[in-house]
């Protein structure tokens, strides 16, 4: 950030209280857990909650009816995000066409982490274009396991991965020839505890559990989840309520509603009079001409 005007420019540092992917990499080496939170498509208002309630790690992707309308989006919302929550470390979930080769995948990369983001998640990411990024300086927490998305097509659907020692050691590779190509990060969903936990022990870089169970290095839940969203009966094994934001948030909306309708809101002390003798002019002009 900088200030001044014209040539007489003073450059502002990053605030000390900026979380990057350099203190989630030392959360790891100090064996201190990394909370994550993926807010989806919802607005940067959650991703403030997360900051102010200590979060280490937020995964964001842009609105957007269709993916050329998120990657669209994603810059601007990424500059919205930053706004509310100036410290908190981002990682912003990028379109496939946005990575389909190379080049494209370290300019959106350094567009995005231009305006705010502190890595970015390509999943699915080949070994040379995530060795090519890395290789640019671009910081990259990806993703192994069952993929988010149209990807689950090659699993079969969302569903559990690595259940045989033969896909267990697969998914092994994966992971470690992401972080041998310079991945600094990683979450993994959908294997079982036993090898989200073996393969986070075994990685130098950040392992973070989803729908997993395994302890790892952290652990993420989508706000969907984590704020009771999505009814009970539709609510996967690793979901677990904090809050019912719906069920309060719609108690409110009705109450505010009936209380609009019996005339009860707003209430005298909502509101202010005005002065007696000035309000009878007013009526008395009122009147006089209308």
Request: aromatic share 10%; charged share 25%; hydrophobic share 40%.
């Given at each position: ?35 994550m ?52 470390c ?8 946005q ?18 983001a ?149 209430a ?18 009122l009147?006089?001409?209308?």
């Open positions: 950030m900088a200030k001044g005007k014209g040539n007489d420019i003073e450059m502002m540092p990053l605030s000390l209280q900026r979380k990057t992917i350099w203190h989630i990499q030392k959360m790891k080496d100090e064996g201190n857990k990394i909370s939170v993926g807010t989806a498509y919802l607005d940067p208002l959650f991703v403030m909650m997360c900051e102010k309630s200590g979060v280490d790690l937020v995964r964001y992707t842009a609105p957007g009816e269709k993916s050329q309308d998120r990657v669209q989006a994603t810059k601007m919302w990424t500059r919205l995000i930053r706004k509310s929550a100036p410290n908190i981002l990682n912003a979930v990028m379109q496939t066409q990575y389909a080769d190379k080049y494209t995948a370290v300019k959106e990369a350094a567009e995005l982490v231009g305006d705010g502190d890595s970015v998640m390509p999943m699915g990411v080949t070994n040379d274009t995530l060795q090519y990024m890395s290789d640019n300086l671009i910081p990259v927490f990806g993703h192994v396991g069952c993929l988010s998305g149209w990807q689950t097509g090659a699993f079969g659907g969302y569903r559990r991965v690595g259940k045989t020692a033969e896909d267990a050691m697969k998914l092994f590779r994966d992971a470690y020839e992401y972080q041998e190509c310079g991945m600094i990060g990683m979450t993994i969903e959908m294997a079982s505890r036993d090898l989200t936990n073996a393969i986070a022990k075994k990685l130098r870089i950040p392992v973070i559990q989803v729908a997993a169970g395994g302890v790892a290095d952290g652990s993420e839940m989508v706000i969907f989840d984590l704020l009771g969203m999505i009814p009970s009966a539709g609510m996967a094994k690793h979901g677990k309520y904090y809050s019912k934001l719906f069920d309060d948030s719609m108690k409110a909306f009705a109450e505010f509603d009936a209380e609009v309708k019996q005339e009860i809101y707003p005298e002390e909502h509101g202010w009079g005005m002065d007696q003798i000035e309000f009878e002019k007013f009526m008395n002009e009147e006089k001409k209308y």
